[in-house]
Nanobody
Framework: QAQLVESGGGLVQTGGSLRLSCAAS????????MGWFRQAPGKARTFVAL???????NYANSVKGRFAISRDNANSTVYLQMNSLKPEDTAVYYC??????????????????WGQGTQVTVSS
């Protein structure tokens, strides 16, 4: 079993930046896909970004060019650098780990382990 703990959320103005961290423990996750999802009030949880075990990345179109995911396998930590934040980025952000199939890498169903979430609020 793996435990994921997110941190780094908060309140920021439009155009600002935040860096989220996800610390993993309980299992070596270097071979896992590490992802970030978000859930706004009243909406479904949606894909934001992922980092494949080999280091390549994928992003949702809504965050491309503004967000960057990275991982530090030595410290079992994944980061999400968020720049040029917009009010529509407001959500609870969740870290996830899994071994998704090719058709599930952007789906909640593709991930086995989840963190508790961290709130990001962007004011206009």
């Amino acid at each position: 079993q793996a435990q994921l703990v997110e941190s780094g959320g908060g309140l920021v103005q439009t155009g600002g930046s935040l860096r989220l961290s996800c610390a993993a423990s309980g299992r070596t996750l270097s071979r896992y896909v590490m992802g970030w999802f978000r859930q706004a009030p009243g909406k479904a949880r949606t894909f934001v970004a992922l980092n494949w075990s080999g280091g390549s990345t994928n992003y949702a179109n809504s965050v491309k060019g503004r967000f960057a995911i990275s991982r530090d396998n030595a410290n079992s930590t994944v980061y999400l650098q968020m720049n040029s934040l917009k009010p529509e980025d407001t959500a609870v952000y969740y870290c996830a780990a899994g071994l998704p199939s090719s058709d599930l890498w952007a789906s909640v169903a593709g991930y086995e382990f989840w963190g508790q979430g961290t709130q990001v609020t962007v004011s206009s």
